[in-house]
């Protein structure tokens, strides 16, 4: 409901005390908050997940001792940022709605790599490096995507950030014949593959509709933090 661009004022990164609930909240610019991008999206899901704000249907529990959870206009929501602190006349509000379009968002990119992994025989721990292009990659925590069911659980110092990864490819493609060769190289061997006539890739995206997934085997590090809560 109250999601923004990554600007000045943008909500990136989002923490939660688990005592008392009340969130910690980073902005970009370190300016008075007015909205939450993606990046905060993400956290911010991962923290009410741990914390126990929301389950792993993304549902919020309204019985917390808090008053940052309240039956809102749209119906269940998290106060992120009470308007007094904020650079907009309302509260930022993180409702279930938003969170149940988040997670069925994660679930699509889940199943997305999933279904890639399985159609080329790949699985994900022989995979030695990720490569994550654009701009909104540059913020991601990593581990709050696999804590989320969005990225499949592996060794984050894998994932490599690459900023502007078209543009980086235009200009090299512009000034490079090796990087030209390399290109085409690329070009040649890749495989296109239509995820909506696949038969697998529904079924694994309804299974990635809980946080983090419907069979938490497939996450034994967030499985082993959230028993030892």
């Known amino acids: 409901r109250h999601g923004t661009r990554a600007t000045v004022g943008a ?16 902005s970009i610019g370190q300016a008075k908050p ?10 911010a899901l991962a923290e009410l997940f741990l914390a126990g704000v ?16 309240r039956e809102g206009e749209f119906g269940p929501e998290y106060v992120l940022v009470n308007k007094e602190f904020a650079r907009v006349d309302h509260d930022i509000v993180l409702t279930e709605v938003d969170i149940d379009n988040l997670i069925r968002a994660k679930a ?24 994550i292009a654009g701009g909104f990659g540059n913020y991601l925590e990593i581990d709050k ?17 690459l900023g502007n ?5 235009a200009r090299l493609a512009a000034i ?16 296109y593959l239509e995820l909506s006539v696949d038969p697998g890739f529904m079924d694994r995206y309804t299974a990635a509709l809980f946080l ?7 996450f034994p590090t967030v499985k082993k933090l959230l028993e030892g809560k």
């Open 108 to 131: 699509a990119i889940y199943a997305g790599i999933s279904t890639l992994l399985d159609n080329a025989g790949v699985d994900i721990d022989t995979v030695e490096e990720v490569f």
């Open 145 to 161: 995507t696999m804590l989320i069911g969005m990225f499949p659980e592996t060794d984050g110092s894998k994932v490599k950030f």
């Open 165 to 169: 990864g078209s543009l980086l490819g």
């Open 212 to 218: 983090p997934h419907t069979d938490a085997n497939i």
């Open 54 to 69: 929301i389950d792993a249907r993304g549902k919020i529990n309204l019985d917390l001792p808090t008053e940052r959870t």
């Open 34 to 43: 007015v909205g939450i991008c993606g990046s905060g999206l993400i956290t």
């Open 11 to 26: 909500i990136e990164q989002v923490r939660l005390n688990w005592e008392d609930y009340e969130p910690m909240i980073l």
């Open 176 to 191: 490079s014949k090796k990087a030209n060769k390399e290109l085409e190289k690329i070009a040649s061997s890749m495989t």
